[in-house]
T-cell receptor
Framework: AQSVTQPDIHITVSEGASLELRCNYS??????LFWYVQSPGQGLQLLLK??????LVQGIKGFEAEFKRSQSSFNLRKPSVHWSDAAEYFC???????????????FGTGTRLTIIP | DAGVTQSPTHLIKTRGQQVTLRCSPK?????VSWYQQALGQGPQFIFQ???????QRGNFPDRFSGHQFPNYSSELNVNALLLGDSALYLC?????????????FGPGTRLTVT
């Protein structure tokens, strides 16, 4: 069965600094990969996704992520964080995209991002 | 364009009781998935409904059941509530027939079991 590991439970970054959130997955084939963001009291919002093709994907809010097959990783990056980026970030994997869309997402445990002025 | 809506926002129940949570999918979506997010954890897949049938199910006991109506809205029912059922329950909708593979999440229902 697939699994997702987010090794950093909590990260603190200064406003304006760069950010990288780590995500490693376990799956025998190429998975479909996602990053979601969750603000307090809110549902999940999709930042970006990787299905195939270019391994560097661009998302909303200035985020990007790079799929590295050799490292089984899909790290999220942002060159300069804003105070509004403070939230919980979840990496997710789906192994079967069919005519029925996402079969079922498997999420990591999340990384809480704190921004200091 | 209304997104995914869920009701109620918060709910407090006692052990052993039964609860029903409701979800209305994003306009144009016909597939609904339910997830349980315990405090400090990532969401866990419960099940998915399409054409009023359960298509996929995660590792949850039969106490968790669901239903999808002809208008694509959905209900999640949990019987014989346990303290461990306290969590944020998220509903997500998608539109497989149009090739939109993104799952759009609602704000969730916070269930507290005492």
């Amino acid at each position: 069965a697939q699994s997702v590991t987010q090794p950093d439970i909590h990260i603190t970054v200064s406003e304006g600094a760069s950010l990288e959130l780590r995500c490693n997955y376990s799956y025998g084939a190429t998975p479909y990969l996602f990053w979601y963001v969750q603000s307090p009291g809110q549902g999940l919002q999709l930042l970006l996704k990787y299905f195939s093709g270019d391994t560097l994907v661009q998302g909303i809010k200035g985020f990007e992520a790079e799929f590295k097959r050799s490292q089984s990783s899909f790290n999220l990056r942002k060159p300069s964080v804003h105070w509004s980026d403070a939230a919980e970030y979840f990496c997710a994997v789906d192994t079967a995209i069919s005519n029925f869309g996402n079969e079922k997402l498997t999420f990591g445990t999340g990384t809480r991002l704190t921004i200091i002025p | 364009d209304a997104g995914v809506t869920q009701s109620p926002t918060h709910l407090i129940k006692t052990r052993g009781q039964q609860v029903t949570l409701r979800c209305s999918p994003k306009s144009g979506h016909d597939t609904v998935s339910w997830y349980q997010q315990a405090l400090g954890q990532g969401p866990q897949f419960i099940f998915q409904y399409y054409e009023e049938e359960e298509r996929q199910r995660g590792n949850f006991p039969d106490r968790f059941s669901g239903h999808q109506f002809p208008n694509y809205s959905s209900e999640l029912n949990v019987n014989a509530l346990l303290l461990g059922d306290s969590a944020l329950y998220l509903c997500a909708s998608s539109s497989p027939r149009t090739g939109d593979y993104e799952q759009y999440f609602g704000p969730g229902t916070r269930l507290t079991v005492t």
